[in-house]
T-cell receptor, first 111, second 116 residues
Framework: GQQLNQSPQSMFIQEGEDVSMNCTSS?????WLWYKQDPGEGPVLLIA?????ELTSNGRLTAQFGITRKDSFLNISASIPSDVGIYFC???????????FGTGTKLQVIP | EAGVVQSPRYKIIEKKQPVAFWCNPI?????LYWYLQNLGQGPELLIR????????DSQLPKDRFSAERLKGVDSTLKIQPAELGDSAVYLC??????????????FGPGTRLTVL
């Protein structure tokens, strides 16, 4: 099935560094979501975005809903070891429940 | 509040055998989803229920997969017969909201299926 394109696919960073990742789609979405998945667990919702141009923060995480509605960005500031995991973006079109997930960005934090 | 419960957490079967997965959503959540997650990929929707009605099963391979949510609460996903390519994690999620949105889905831990 369709999956959104996320980049980078994986990244290694030093503890304390900032992280940026993005997600692009060929389709327009009305909702953008960012999830984190730890090994052996299901994805956990981090941030939900509902308006083009919207910038939303959740602690050290900040996500933006792209103006074109075809992309979204996630930034993590001052990374810590527990930030390790796989980050998935997900998009939802107007008036329809189906959520399409991205391919994931695997984050490794070096203490 | 208890989260989404799935069982079993792990299942190993031989090909051509049947297998079933069970999910109990968060209490009061009307919408229930079953997702398939292959290694290194994001979840892909198999079926979505609104109460006991399957409102989107377009991605469910109906020749071998079936699902039910008889009383609009817990749900069972079945594969019969299983094939090697069915090895994956099967995730269940639930959402408290109606059909107008639903992005805020809460996921269970998943069932990791290995078909030998």
């Amino acid at each position: 099935g369709q999956q959104l394109n996320q980049s980078p696919q994986s990244m290694f960073i030093q503890e304390g560094e900032d992280v940026s990742m993005n997600c692009t789609s060929s389709s327009i979405f009305n909702t953008w979501l960012w999830y984190k998945q730890d090994p052996g667990e299901g994805p956990v919702l981090l941030i939900a975005l509902y308006k083009a141009g919207e910038l939303t923060s959740n602690g050290r995480l900040t996500a933006q809903f792209g103006i074109t509605r075809k992309d979204s960005f996630l930034n993590i500031s001052a990374s810590i070891p527990s930030d390790v995991g796989i980050y998935f973006c997900a998009g939802q079109p107007r008036g329809y429940q189906k959520v399409t997930f991205g391919t994931g960005t695997k984050l490794q934090v070096i203490p | 509040e208890a989260g989404v419960v799935q069982s079993p957490r792990y299942k190993i079967i031989e090909k051509k055998q049947p297998v079933a997965f069970w999910c109990n959503p968060i209490s009061g959540h009307n919408t229930l989803y079953w997702y398939l997650q292959n290694l290194g990929q994001g979840p892909e929707l198999l079926i979505r229920y609104e109460n006991e009605e399957a409102v989107d099963d377009s991605q469910l391979p109906k020749d071998r997969f079936s699902a039910e949510r008889l009383k609009g609460v817990d749900s069972t996903l079945k594969i019969q017969p299983a094939e090697l390519g069915d090895s994956a994690v099967y995730l269940c999620a639930s959402s408290p909201k109606g059909t107008s949105d639903g992005g805020e889905q809460f996921f269970g831990p998943g069932t990791r299926l290995t078909v030998l």
